[in-house]
């Protein structure tokens, strides 16, 4: 049935909408009076301006306010009668029908009351006009009538006739009404008949109900503990209320559909009405759905359906037995409690298994958090909070054991009480107890201690140590679930609660569960304590080697600058090759080691391919030394100009033919440049590598590019080099966007291949690689051309060494150097001369380079605090540079020295005024 409230507030609308329209009828009128078609009396036109309008217009006005539609609806019959009235007093005409239209205009409201009460007023206001409009009529004017004669002969004419009228209307009203009423319950029964035929469309062993809270009555066609295959026997039940805690499982039935009665929502449910009979547990489902029938918005009754489920439930409860029984023979999972849960899951309850359900949204919820943490130990601590409130722990200990040698830590702990937090937990465990709970661990899973109850699980071997470690700290129940890493126990976690109630299965299966999503991050954080360490150790290997081929290197170049022998110089040459190909070894231990960390970053510039492919060419013969046959295919119509990280490029490439030299005895090595295009501004650089050495085992393709890993070292073992460089040269190639490749046939050869992505800024043929000539052949000449006699510089090292070595490397610029071993002689010398660069050695006793940096950019004399000072280290770690350079330091330079790096910075820094060449 159409919602009743609506109607009215829509035919309110129509109405006021109406009685608006009548105001533009009142305006042609006055127009037309104004006109002169016909004349309105004053008195006339000032009514319609003050009465007319104001009772036309103002019915919209308070509908757009939504003023309450019984109200505007009586307020509207009001405003029309007054508005008829006043206008009728002025005009003769028109006034036996005027009057009856406010009542039957009443009648489209259905409503008796209204009516009457339209009828009423209405008569008062033509009551009142008729003894207005009399004093005018011809009776008064020429029959000598008196007014009030007129008047009573009148409205004794009018009310008969409206009396007639009335009544007529109020029958009318009443039959109306009844029609109305009776189409009203033709539709709650159609309503009704509707939710029936829904939900029994044909034959069911359903359980077919209806509920009539008004009447507290319950009526069904069948019983809700009646067994399918008996013939339904109807039920019906008065009094629900005092009957409901008949039925097991009623109230929670029974509320749920009261409650979607009372809130008008019809939301399906499952429902358990399991019972017990001669001592047996009968377990019974339903699914129930349920149709609320309404009388416009108000509820009535409610009609539902109860699908037995039974037979569904039981196969569910099955499939999660059996998931658990797959999940107990996965052996990496042994940690956790299966066997307890498989032996009490007969058991379960359906709560339990939304416990269950429940434990592992929680648990997936705090991983997935764990994952966004950027700082993992604070998570740790947040995650122990977490299983702790959750599942109503006092205190959490991870205890972590070196099973080698019975070594405990206590990294992490939570504790709801600080008067709980335990200090100095057991720090080991003899090797013996360490082997008794590894059995514990290996029968149960667990170890759980509950003084009360006299509950031990743990073996008679570790007696002694629960008894004087564990036993005088113990909160109540307590349980151990260890933590693996591999399949081998890494230490445990110790669940301790006030309450001595014993952990549930269901809790000790999440537990075990928690503890392996924290061994899991705990395990992550120890792998980052050792790559650190690690890195720690890189840093340390970098400085120490350093030195010393700081020494050779820089001897090396400064003997051979002397009139030497050719066989000498040649010996030297050797030392300093040598000593390059040592340093590569170093570099890219350390470019690993910050791929590793995460640290390396990917500088794109723009660059000619010529000049790399011209770079890599030139080294390439130079480790070749004549041994093989070098073919470099490179088109003439490559771009001029890319933008990429072109040294990373430029690395690979010479990777990939030192591999394939350093692997190759005889034959002949093709190498092989292209360019891809993929659109106006991108495409890709292809590079590969042909050798003819001696292959790769197709087993042994998969180590390729593997950390610390050479293939074949029966017949590789004298080839010098680390196992790093495909390693380094597939991740850079991957943080370029960029695929590697390779083909190999063992014995034949192998082709190594990359692509990089680049993007081209000048697409003119760069032309023939054997036509490329330097841009500047002469800068290396200029750059050792730095001659600066009237320049003062301090160097700063505590290794007498080192500061040979940097006097001799500088001694051709004739520059007047001071040389120092320590920060506070550094200080010193500034203090009392004047210097135009300063060489600052990093790791120094007492007062280090950065110490001694910022003493000096507090002297008082801001000449002497603003001199340049350039870091001098053998430190190449990520982050040094960064780090000196925010520390007050101007500038880098890594040991061993490189000359040209040294000219480079000496160019940069002294005064261009006292650089002679």
Same mark, same amino acid.
């Given at each position: 049935m159409r919602d009743m409230h609506q109607d009215i507030h829509k035919l309110n609308g129509q109405s006021a909408w109406a009685m608006a329209a009548i105001s533009l009828v009142l305006i042609c009128l006055l127009i037309l009076s104004k006109a002169g078609v016909f004349d309105f009396s004053g008195g006339l036109t000032y009514v319609i301006c003050g009465v007319g309008f104001m009772t036309t217009l103002s019915p919209i006005v308070l509908y757009k306010f939504n003023v309450p539609d019984k109200f505007l609806q009586y307020y509207m019959s009001v405003v029309l009668s007054i508005a008829i009235g006043v206008v009728g007093s002025f005009n003769n005409i028109g006034i036996y029908i005027t009057f009856v239209l406010v009542p039957v205009a009443s009648c489209l409201y259905f409503d008796v009351c209204y009516t009457v009460f339209c009828c009423i007023f209405s008569y008062v206001m033509m009551v009142a006009s008729v003894y207005v409009n009399s004093a005018g009529k011809m009776e008064v004017l020429y029959l000598d009538w008196s007014h009030m004669e007129t008047f009573r002969a009148y409205v004794i004419g009018f009310t008969l006739e409206y009396l007639i009228v009335a009544l007529f209307l109020i029958m009318i009203m009443k039959r109306a009404t009844s029609m109305v009423e009776e189409q009203h319950q033709a539709y709650i029964m159609q309503q009704a008949q509707d939710a029936r035929y829904h939900l029994l469309i044909k034959e069911t062993n359903d359980v077919i109900f209806e509920i009539y809270p008004g009447e507290d009555r319950f009526v069904a066609n069948r019983s809700i503990y009646q067994a399918e295959s008996e013939e339904n026997i109807p039920v019906s039940l008065d009094n629900l209320e005092e009957n409901v805690e008949k039925f097991p499982g009623g109230e929670v039935l029974f509320g749920r559909i009261m409650d979607g009665y009372e809130n008008g929502v019809m939301d399906d449910f499952e429902v358990d009405m399991s019972y017990t009979e001669d001592g047996k547990k009968i377990p019974l489902w339903y699914k129930v759905e349920f149709y609320i029938v309404k009388d416009g918005d108000v509820p009535v009754s409610v009609i539902g359906k109860m699908h037995n489920t039974t037979r569904n439930k039981i196969l569910q409860q099955k499939m999660r037995k059996e998931r658990l029984q797959g999940l107990f023979k996965n052996p990496k999972r042994r940690n956790s409690i299966f066997h307890q849960v498989m032996m009490e899951s007969e058991k379960f309850t359906e709560s339990d298994f939304q416990k269950l359900a429940d434990g592992h949204r929680f648990l997936a919820q705090m991983q997935e958090e764990a994952k966004l943490s950027e700082n993992l130990v604070d998570e740790i601590g947040k995650m122990l909070a977490g299983v702790g409130e959750y599942f109503g722990i006092d205190r959490i200990c991870v205890v972590e054991t070196d099973i080698s040698s019975g070594a405990c830590f206590v990294d992490y702990q939570w504790n709801r009480s600080p008067e709980t937090f335990l200090e100095n937990y057991f720090t080991e465990m003899s090797l013996e107890d360490v082997e008794h709970t590894k059995k514990t661990y290996d029968k149960n899973g667990y170890i759980e201690i509950n003084p009360t109850e006299m509950v031990e699980t743990h073996s008679e071997g570790s007696r002694e140590l629960f008894d004087e470690v564990i036993h005088k700290v113990i909160l109540g129940n307590q349980i151990w679930i260890p933590m693996l890493e591999n399949g081998e126990y890494t230490g445990a976690i110790c669940f301790d609660r006030s309450d001595t109630t014993r952990y549930s299965a269901v809790e000790k299966f999440l537990l075990s569960e928690a503890v392996n999503t924290l061994a899991a991050h705990i395990g992550k954080i120890n792998a980052d304590k050792a790559n650190r360490a690690k890195s720690d150790f890189l840093a340390t290997m970098s400085h120490e080697i350093r030195t010393p081929m700081n020494a050779i290197i820089g001897m090396t170049e400064v003997a051979l600058r002397e009139d030497l022998s050719a066989g000498i110089k040649r010996n030297l040459k050797m030392v300093q090759s040598s000593a390059f190909g040592l340093l590569t070894l170093i570099n890219d231990i350390l470019d690993y080691s910050k791929i590793e960390a995460g640290k390396f970053d990917i500088v794109p510039e723009p660059f000619s391919v010529l000049s790399i492919l011209n770079d890599v060419k030139e080294i390439a013969k130079a480790r070749n030394k004549g041994k093989l046959e070098l073919e470099f295919q490179v088109p003439s119509d490559l771009p001029t100009r890319m933008y990429a990280d072109y040294v990373r490029i430029k690395q690979v490439m010479i990777n990939f033919c030192t591999n394939a030299i350093k692997y190759s005895d005889s034959g002949k090595v093709k190498i092989t440049v292209n360019i891809k295009k993929k659109d106006e501004e991108n495409a890709n650089l292809y590079f590969s590598v042909k050798d003819q050495g001696i292959g790769i085992k197709k087993e042994d393709l998969p180590k390729l590019f593997k950390s610390y890993t050479r293939v074949d070292t029966t017949v590789n073992h004298h080839k010098e080099g680390t196992g790093l460089g495909l390693a380094i040269s597939k991740q850079l190639v991957e943080l370029m966007a960029g695929t590697v490749g390779v083909e190999?046939?063992? +014995?034949? +050869?192998?082709?190594?291949?990359?692509?990089?992505?680049?993007? !081209?800024?000048?697409?003119?043929? *760069?032309?023939?690689?054997?036509?490329?000539?330097?841009?500047?052949?002469?800068?290396?000449?200029?750059?050792? *051309?730095?001659?600066?006699?009237?320049? &003062? !510089?301090? !160097?700063?090292?505590?290794?007498?060494?080192?500061?040979?070595? *940097?006097? *001799?490397? @500088?001694?051709?610029?004739?520059?007047?150097?001071?040389?120092?071993?320590? +920060? &506070?002689?550094?200080?010193?010398?500034?203090?009392?001369?004047?210097?135009?660069?300063?060489?600052?050695?990093?790791? @120094?006793?007492?007062?280090? +380079? !950065?110490?001694?940096?910022?003493?000096i950019r507090q002297l008082a004399n801001p000449q002497k605090a603003n001199v340049p000072i350039v870091a001098l280290t053998a430190d190449a770690m990520e982050g040094v540079k960064e780090e000196m350079l925010s520390r007050g330091m101007n500038d880098f330079l890594v040991k061993p020295i490189i000359i040209k790096e040294l000219y480079d910075v000496l160019r940069k820094w002294l005064p261009k005024e006292k650089i002679v060449s």
């Open positions: 190999s046939e063992y +014995g034949k +050869g192998s082709t190594f291949s990359f692509q990089v992505p680049v993007e !081209i800024r000048d697409w003119t043929p *760069a032309g023939k690689l054997e036509d490329y000539r330097y841009e500047d052949d002469s800068e290396d000449e200029k750059v050792a *051309a730095v001659v600066a006699p009237d320049a &003062k !510089i301090l !160097i700063v090292d505590d290794t007498p060494l080192n500061l040979m070595v *940097a006097e *001799a490397l @500088m001694q051709p610029t004739e520059m007047k150097i001071t040389s120092v071993e320590s +920060g &506070k002689e550094a200080i010193a010398c500034m203090e009392h001369d004047d210097f135009d660069l300063v060489f600052m050695d990093h790791f @120094m006793p007492e007062m280090d +380079g !950065i110490e001694t940096t910022e003493h």
